[in-house]
Structure formats: C-alpha cells, structure tokens
C-alpha cells in the first residue's frame, strides 16, 4: 500500500489560468512528501488537451458535465456549489474507503464552498487565491467597508500599498457596477469565510509583494508560495519538471521554437493576451499596426476564436517578420534568449511568469486585475511600461510603437532590463532551500504531520450527506464514479 505522511485534494476553478497554479503548487506538496489528488470537473477533464502525470487525478460535476458555454457566470456558480459540494464530499468518502482519507482541501478562492465540505467533514482547509496578494489586499478592504464604493476620490491610499490613481485599481471596483456577477465572486465570495480557513495562500513570492504580505500577515493567516511555475524555470529542484502539464489548447511548440531559434538574441516581441480575454477589434487592428511598423520580429499569440478579427490579409503580408499561431508554449517562449519584450495583458499568471524569467514587459491591461499589476510592473517592480490609452480606451499604434522602441532600443530599457534580472534571480531564491515560498510550504506540511493527519473523516456524522449524494442523478454522478 502506498504510504504517505499527508493527503491533500487540491480544488481549483476548472479554467485553465488558475488549474495551472495549483497544479504547479501541488507538485511542491508532492515533492515534500505530501500525497496529492486533483479534483476537476468531469467537461474540463474531457477537453484537456494533455494532463499531467505527476499527479492523482479525480473528477467531479459541476452540474454541467457537457459543458457550460451558454450558461450565465451566477447561475453556473451556484449550480457548482450545489452539486461540486455533494460530489466533492461523495469523492472525499470514496478515498476513505479505499484507504486513502484526505486531510486537507485547498480549494480555489473562486469556490468557498470548499471551506462548507472541509469543515462538515472535519477537514483542514486551505484556501488558494490566484491574484496578486495586492489586489487580494484591495478586495479584502472592498468587503470590510474600509474602501467605500463607487470611489468619490482619484486617488485611493490603501495600507500595505503605494498610492494608486483609481483607475489602477481592478475594474469591478474602478468600475463599480460594470459587472456585478463577478463583483459578487471576487469580493465578497473569495473573502466571505476566509477567516475560517486554516491557511491562506497567494500565488507570489515575500520579497516581490513584501509591505502588503507583512500588513495582511497582521489580521490573516497569509502566506506566499510562488511563483508557482515549474521548477525547471526556478531551481530545478524538482527533476523533470518542465512544463505545467495541463493544456485546454494545443500548443504549436515545434512551430514556435522552430521559428525562434532562427532569430538573433533579443530581437523578437512576443505578444500574448492569455486564454481568456477578448481584444477589441479595434485594438487588434492598432496593436497589428503597431507590431508592423515595429523594426522588430514578432511571435503573437491569437486564439482561434480571435482570428477574425486580424486585419484582412495581415499574416500573409508580415510573414517574412512575424508569426502569429493559435496557442504556444509561453514559459518556453519567456525564456528563449531570442524574446526581448513581452506584449501582455498583465493578467497574474503572465505576470508572474515574465518576472520569473526577467523578461521586459509592454503592460496593455484590459480588465479585472490587471490594472493593478500593470501599475505595479512599471512603476513599483520597474520591468515594463504600461501602453497608455486614449479616451476611447484604445492604445494607438503610435503608442505601441514608442513602447517598443523604449524597451527593445532605448536606455530606459537597459534599466529595465537589470531589473527584470533581479526579479529573476530573486523569484528563484524564493524556491531554493530555505527560500521564503520552499519554508511555507514545508511549514504548511509540517502542521498538517505534527496534527496527527489532520481531522479524521467521521463516516457517522457524513452518512447523511452520503445518503443525498446517493440521490443525485446517474447523469451528473456517472463520471465521478
């Protein structure tokens, strides 16, 4: 029988940007001894495109095992708690009687219900949040009433923070009422019962977000465990680790690095807007212009779904320069002596990784919390510069031209180039032995085995919640078996 000193379910959101993290982190866990299992949703598990094979992994429902394009973001959340809560405990009570009881769920932020199934059934819990411990900070003063919306103020001083224009902050609070399904997640959601939760986890590393970790650390059990990208890219530690292991699209990986390896040393833009956000096309068309009129190569990144909005005839007429595909490899890509700048929206986990990998970034946030990131990258961590808008909110080819050139020619981006240096070398530090993220997450393990394997299932006490699972339809309940 396989032995192990702790088990822990790990529970992310089923896209893509946050699985990858905490699929990442559990792979950590797994290397300090920590037995892991994944638990996604039945739709996502059979559109993935390739899995990891470092890791256990379990399926749920979510209510929606054919998928949920249609379905609007409050209705889907409330299906998932629903029915994710009564197939998650009817899984946990599954490796029970196997043998392998969990004593701990770290779940997602984006799914609190996590923390109802963990308590009721006598579980540690931990909770996992995939955005800056900045903008974490920002929601947490949302939720207690200490930042009063809508703002009536430009400029907003939060402790732990550098004073921000409002329009840095993440839009659902910059553009309070624009999207209130999404408001009602991020804020109140994600911080409704983290006070509850054992530990707290952000996706960063001390030493990048270290005045607003310490001010949190005051009223919340924080702690830092990233960057959590594979370590082949930080301190190799764990062997064979090079890569997430997770893809919702198909990568074109020998295309690209086909591509690149016949371009000099930092002479090329990468450009990429992560696998969720969806450009304008009118920013498509300025950002094309811009990347044309560039002196420079450029590797872009556009979905499928994205393509149309291309300027007609625009791959065919910058193919000698540029290569645009569906889907790459970024981390291979970041860290490719032949990439000079990154073109991003900022969103946490692109973020992250070109600061992992010190590469110099053109800030173009379009939503959510990527403002704040953005402002933190030029003007607080000093990798990049941030595109600015017009009033219509566009960022004109000029713009982009001049951004360029600033970071690809210019002695502004020879400064920023020695300090995406040190962000790299200080994000590898944090994963070295004895690095602030490699001692939480050995601290996190040692409180989980000096507890005894955590709190022990009550099979009696669950036999009710056990009898309701049992309920549930074969339809929802088929894949989970």
Same mark, same amino acid.
């Given at each position: 029988?396989?032995?192990?000193?702790?088990?822990?379910?790990?529970?992310?959101?089923?896209?893509?940007?946050?699985?990858?993290?905490?699929?990442?982190?559990?792979?950590?866990?797994?290397?300090?001894?920590?037995?892991?299992?994944?638990?996604?949703?039945?739709?996502?598990?059979?559109?993935?495109?390739?899995?990891?094979?470092?890791?256990?992994?379990?399926?749920?429902?979510?209510?929606?095992?054919?998928?949920?394009?249609?379905?609007?973001?409050?209705?889907? *959340?409330?299906?998932?708690?629903?029915?994710?809560?009564?197939?998650?405990?009817?899984?946990?009570?599954?490796?029970?009687?196997?043998?392998?009881?969990?004593?701990?769920?770290?779940?997602?932020?984006?799914?609190?219900?996590?923390?109802? @199934?963990?308590?009721?059934?006598?579980?540690?819990?931990?909770?996992?949040?995939?955005?800056?411990?900045? @903008?974490? #900070?920002?929601?947490?003063?949302?939720?207690?009433? =200490?930042?009063?919306?809508?703002?009536?103020?430009?400029?907003?001083?939060?402790?732990?923070?550098?004073?921000?224009?409002?329009?840095?902050?993440?839009?659902?609070?910059?553009?309070? &009422?624009?999207?209130?399904?999404?408001?009602? =997640?991020?804020?109140?959601?994600?911080?409704? !019962?983290?006070?509850?939760?054992?530990? +707290?986890?952000?996706?960063?590393?001390?030493? *990048?977000?270290?005045?607003?970790?310490?001010?949190?650390?005051?009223?919340?059990?924080?702690?830092?465990?990233?960057?959590?990208?594979?370590?082949?890219?930080?301190?190799?530690?764990?062997?064979?680790?090079?890569?997430? &292991?997770?893809?919702?699209?198909?990568?074109?990986?020998?295309?690209?690095?086909?591509?690149?390896?016949?371009?000099?040393?930092?002479?090329?833009?990468?450009?990429?807007?992560?696998?969720?956000?969806?450009?304008?096309?009118?920013?498509?068309?300025? *950002?094309?212009?811009?990347?044309?009129?560039?002196?420079?190569?450029?590797?872009?990144?556009?979905?499928?779904?994205?393509?149309?909005?291309?300027?007609?005839?625009?791959?065919?007429?910058?193919?000698?320069?540029?290569?645009?595909?569906?889907?790459?490899?970024?981390?291979?890509?970041?860290?490719?002596?032949?990439?000079?700048?990154?073109?991003?929206?900022?969103?946490?986990?692109?973020?992250?990784?070109?600061?992992?990998?010190?590469?110099?970034?053109?800030?173009?946030?379009?939503?959510?919390?990527?403002?704040? !990131?953005?402002?933190?990258?030029?003007?607080?961590?000093?990798?990049?510069?941030?595109?600015?808008?017009?009033? #219509?909110?566009?960022?004109?080819?000029?713009?982009?031209?001049?951004?360029?050139?600033?970071?690809?020619?210019?002695?502004?981006?020879?400064? +920023?180039?020695?300090?995406?240096? /040190?962000?790299?070398?200080?994000?590898?530090?944090?994963?070295?032995?004895?690095?602030?993220?490699?001692? !939480?997450?050995?601290?996190?393990?040692?409180?989980?085995?000096?507890?005894?394997?955590?709190?022990?299932?009550? *099979?009696?006490?669950?036999?009710?919640?056990?009898?309701?699972?049992?309920? =549930?339809?074969?339809?929802?309940? /088929?894949?989970?078996?």
């Amino acid at each position: 029988m396989e032995t192990f000193e702790a088990h822990c379910l790990i529970l992310p959101y089923p896209v893509q940007g946050h699985i990858n993290p905490m699929l990442q982190f559990s792979k950590r866990l797994q290397h300090q001894g920590s037995k892991v299992t994944l638990a996604t949703t039945n739709y996502l598990f059979k559109t993935l495109q390739e899995v990891s094979g470092f890791i256990s992994v379990e399926t749920i429902s979510d209510g929606y095992d054919e998928g949920a394009n249609e379905i609007a973001e409050e209705t889907y *959340l409330a299906m998932f708690q629903k029915v994710g809560s009564k197939t998650l405990t009817k899984l946990i009570l599954k490796l029970k009687d196997l043998g392998c009881p969990v004593d701990c769920i770290i779940y997602d932020a984006f799914l609190p219900w996590g923390l109802d @199934v963990a308590k009721s059934l006598g579980l540690r819990a931990a909770v996992f949040f995939t955005q800056s411990c900045a @903008v974490n #900070n920002i929601y947490y003063h949302v939720y207690k009433g =200490l930042l009063k919306l809508p703002l009536e103020e430009t400029k907003v001083q939060i402790p732990g923070l550098p004073p921000l224009l409002s329009s840095d902050l993440p839009s659902f609070v910059s553009s309070y &009422g624009s999207y209130p399904a999404i408001f009602q =997640l991020v804020v109140n959601d994600q911080m409704k !019962n983290i006070g509850a939760a054992d530990w +707290i986890f952000f996706n960063t590393f001390y030493m *990048l977000e270290e005045q607003v970790n310490d001010w949190m650390a005051n009223v919340l059990p924080v702690k830092s465990i990233g960057p959590a990208i594979p370590s082949m890219y930080l301190d190799k530690r764990l062997e064979g680790d090079n890569q997430y &292991g997770l893809n919702v699209f198909k990568p074109m990986t020998d295309t690209c690095m086909a591509w690149l390896n016949e371009r000099p040393k930092s002479s090329v833009i990468y450009v990429a807007f992560g696998s969720l956000a969806a450009v304008d096309a009118k920013q498509m068309e300025e *950002l094309a212009w811009g990347l044309r009129t560039s002196n420079h190569h450029f590797l872009w990144v556009v979905r499928e779904s994205e393509t149309n909005k291309l300027p007609e005839d625009f791959t065919e007429e910058t193919s000698d320069k540029g290569l645009i595909v569906s889907w790459c490899p970024q981390l291979e890509v970041l860290a490719h002596k032949s990439i000079g700048c990154f073109i991003t929206h900022c969103g946490w986990n692109s973020t992250l990784e070109a600061l992992s990998l010190g590469v110099p970034m053109v800030a173009m946030p379009q939503w959510t919390d990527q403002s704040t !990131n953005a402002k933190l990258v030029m003007d607080i961590w000093k990798m990049g510069i941030k595109a600015q808008q017009d009033a #219509n909110g566009i960022v004109r080819r000029d713009v982009i031209g001049q951004c360029i050139s600033e970071l690809m020619e210019g002695a502004k981006g020879q400064e +920023i180039s020695r300090n995406a240096k /040190k962000w790299k070398d200080l994000a590898r530090e944090a994963f070295d032995e004895g690095g602030s993220s490699d001692e !939480n997450i050995k601290d996190f393990l040692a409180k989980m085995i000096e507890s005894g394997r955590g709190k022990k299932v009550d *099979l009696s006490s669950s036999l009710k919640v056990k009898r309701e699972t049992d309920l =549930l339809s074969s339809e929802i309940l /088929k894949k989970s078996d």
